[in-house]
């Protein structure tokens, strides 16, 4: 199995080499396979991040799969899944922000909260009703 370093994911040192290799074993094994490019990240789920950014934090599977961004946080499978500049953006649910490339500073809450959103700045939304039919990943 191969550790993922303090560059690679962004763990914070440790005062026992043990514990921090321990730490740096689960994430690498929770994350599937997480990026290997920035730091400070923290990613979670089947190919959740991308390959670069620096603080950002994506939980479900294939949540921020493209981003290099800023100070991003995605929770919910596909959650700012095309995002790959944009930065300080918030996705919570399912598909939220899913098709968002270099918008920033916006904020979805539901599941395909601003789906479409690509290059907008600074929205903020929560769908209400039933979600809509999703194409999927592409």
């Known amino acids: ?11 914070r ?8 290799a321990l730490i740096a074993g689960l994430l690498w094994a929770s994350a599937g396979g997480a990026a290997t490019e ?6 979670f789920g089947t190919d959740a991040g991308g390959s ?3 603080f950002n934090s994506f939980f479900g599977a294939y949540a921020g799969d493209s981003n290099t961004g800023d100070n991003n946080t995605a929770t919910g499978a596909d959650a700012l899944y095309s995002n790959t500049s944009g ?11 899913y098709s968002n490339t270099t918008g920033s500073y916006n904020m979805a809450s539901g599941t395909a909260a601003l ?15 039933d979600p809509p039919a ?3 990943r592409q």
Not at 13 to 20: L, N, P, V, Y
Not at 87 to 97: E, F, I, R, V, Y
């Open 1 to 11: 199995m191969k550790l993922q370093t303090k560059e690679t994911i962004g763990t």
């Open 13 to 20: 040192k440790t005062r026992s080499a043990k514990a921090g």
């Open 38 to 43: 920035g730091s400070s990240n923290n990613y």
């Open 52 to 54: 670069g950014g620096t």
């Open 87 to 97: 930065m300080d953006n918030t996705a919570s649910g399912a598909h939220a922000l």
């Open 115 to 129: 789906y479409r959103n690509t290059v907008g700045f600074a929205n903020s939304a929560s769908p209400m009703g």
């Open 134 to 136: 999703l194409p999927g």
